[in-house]
């Protein structure tokens, strides 16, 4: 026999439940971006996760709190790539030094900064090398920003996009 008072919820307590099932579903349907680090991109990050720690300040972007990395080693993820150029050539980067959209450099949310990475182009299987400098970018569902350089080299330039893997390869 069921006990009716250990299985009641308390008063109020189904509307919020019932509410945090709505909220749950309607959040579902949205897709997109995820907030959790280990969920960017479209494989599962397995490296060191240090909610700040040592990988420099959490920080936010409308809204969204990132958190930087400890380490890199084992960092690998694949997702869509972007470049950026002429409207940020001069301006500071994160790590405090002007980006040069002629440099191979890039932008990462979450790498430590002066991490080198390898990119891959998946449809050309063209690889660069670059050192990731600044943060971004924070469109949901990229993920790595491209200096004007390294973009054309990649070979995704004048697409403004591309699909690629991104692996460390210097793992600090």
Known sequence: MINPSRTALPAGGLVR???AVLLTVCCA???GFS???FDWGNEVYTGNYSGGVGGGR???????????LISARGFRETGIASWYG???????TANGERYNMYAMTAA???LPLNTTVRVTNLRTGRSIHVRINDRGPFIPGR???LSKAAAARLGILAAGTGRVRVEAIDTR
């Open 86 to 92: 002429p409207g940020f050539h001069g301006k500071r």
């Open 29 to 31: 349907g949205c897709g």
């Open 143 to 145: 993920v790595i920003d």
């Open 35 to 37: 907030l959790n680090p």
């Open 58 to 68: 959490p920080y936010t972007i409308r809204g969204v709190t990132y958190y930087p």
């Open 108 to 110: 990462h949310k979450i």
């Open 17 to 19: 439940l019932l509410a």
